[in-house]
């Protein structure tokens, strides 16, 4: 089986351009999950969505940031406009929602490694 | 939330068992324990995770505390490949997000 594509897994862009990240959780999972990791920061939740409703976005910076799901499968991460300190390692995981409150896994992406300059 | 202290680095040698602690004395009820490890530049990866019992998988052991305010990670034979940082996180009924603290690196000498 696939696991969480995401993509690009690597983009450089110039301060204020828009970034999207994309993400395809793994199929039949309903629950998704940004996160992004720094140095500084560690390993942070941005948002998580349960059946394509945004559940908790308290971690989500400001609002430059917007997550979305569009259908079931796929979540787009979008910076605008962006600026060098969101510079970071995106993750995105999914799992299913009752796995969650059984104690299921969640399962991460390859992450997409960001770069504003 | 429900929090999680591991220290912040270990060292084993190689082929050799490693344990790795996590304390959580305010875990409810409902909450279990995951452990979740993170190889250099890869994304964060599931290892084990238990409720009350002590589990077994191909990667590692999960022994909890009686009283469930601690866990301890085995890993039985460390290899290089192991060299990870490892976090111990909580999460059940009325906490399904997974919030991960600072873990633990481990780094395994040949």
């Known amino acids: 089986d696939a696991g969480v594509i995401q993509s690009p897994r690597h983009e450089v862009t110039e301060m204020g351009q828009e970034v999207t990240l994309r993400c395809k959780l793994i199929?039949?999972?309903?629950?998704l999950f940004w996160y992004r990791q720094t140095m500084m920061r560690g390993l942070e939740l941005l948002i998580y969505?349960?059946?394509?409703?945004?559940?908790?976005d308290s971690g989500m910076p400001e609002d430059r940031f917007s997550a979305k799901m569009p259908n079931a499968s796929f979540s787009t991460l979008k910076i605008q406009p962006s600026e060098p300190r969101d510079s970071a390692v995106y993750f995105c995981?999914?799992?299913?929602?009752?796995?969650?409150?059984?104690?299921?896994?969640?399962?991460f992406g390859e992450g997409s490694w960001l770069t504003v300059v | 939330d429900a929090k999680t202290t591991q220290p912040n680095s270990m060292e084993s040698n190689e082929e050799e068992p490693v344990h790795l602690p996590c304390n959580h004395s305010?875990?409810?009820?409902?909450?279990?324990i995951h452990w979740y490890r993170q190889l250099p530049s890869q994304g964060p990866e599931y290892v084990i995770h238990?409720?009350?019992s002590n589990v077994n998988n191909r990667m590692a052991s999960l022994a909890i505390a009686e009283d469930r305010k601690s866990s301890t990670l085995i890993l039985h034979r460390a290899t290089l490949r192991d060299a990870a940082v490892y976090y111990c996180?909580?999460?059940?009924?009325?906490?399904?997000?997974?919030?991960f603290g600072t873990g633990t690196r481990l780094t395994i000498i040949p």
């Open positions: 995981a999914s799992s299913t929602s009752t796995g969650l409150l059984s104690g299921n896994t969640i399962y």
């Open positions: 199929s039949g999972h309903n629950s």
């Open positions: 969505f349960n059946n394509n409703v945004p559940i908790d």
């Open positions: 305010t875990i409810s009820g409902t909450d279990y």
């Open positions: 238990g409720l009350t």
């Open positions: 996180i909580l999460s059940g009924f009325g906490n399904e997000k997974l919030t």
